[in-house]
């Protein structure tokens, strides 16, 4: 038998300021001709220790956002103020976050942090659906 198989795009990430954050790999998508029997996409990002990815704000798009390995903070700023979700290997859980909700992944660890992303609708670069957000929040300060 004759198994179907794709490559998976690998894609280096940088902060706004062009830093280094890590790397982000898209598993499956709705999108890709691909993939059956899922709306949405599915992907692993993967944080630098220390690094930050976002502020992001979503106007369509629902994350459900799980941390596999190692350790970080999922900021979501509610529009007053960031409530923050320690999640990783100390903590198993998954976030869903609402369209219009800026979110950041602070990497709390000193290894890659392993992050899957389930969200909906998936990416698509004809869509200007993402934009990125400069929040004021201290990260690092909330280990």
């Not at 976002?54 to 629902?62: A, N, P, Q, R």
């Not at 660890?109 to 929040?137: H, L, M, R, T």
Request: with cysteine; aromatic share 12%; hydrophobic share 30%.
């Amino acid at each position: 038998m004759k198994l179907r198989t794709k490559k998976c795009r690998k894609i280096t990430t940088y902060n706004q300021k062009g830093e280094k954050t890590g790397w982000l790999l898209e598993l499956n998508s709705d999108n890709d001709g691909w993939t059956e029997f899922i709306k949405g996409q599915v992907y692993l990002t993967v944080v630098s220790p220390g690094a930050q990815k976002g502020f992001h704000l979503h106007k369509l798009k629902t994350n459900h956002i799980t941390c596999i390995k190692g350790y970080a903070t999922l900021g979501v700023f509610n529009g007053k103020d960031v409530q923050t979700y320690k999640i990783g290997e100390d903590n198993f859980q998954t976030v869903q976050i609402p369209p219009n909700l800026p979110l950041a992944i602070y990497n709390r660890g000193n290894k890659d942090a392993y992050v899957v992303n389930f969200c909906y609708p998936a990416y698509d670069s004809k869509v200007k659906e993402q934009e990125e957000v400069e929040i004021n929040w201290a990260a690092n300060e909330t280990r």
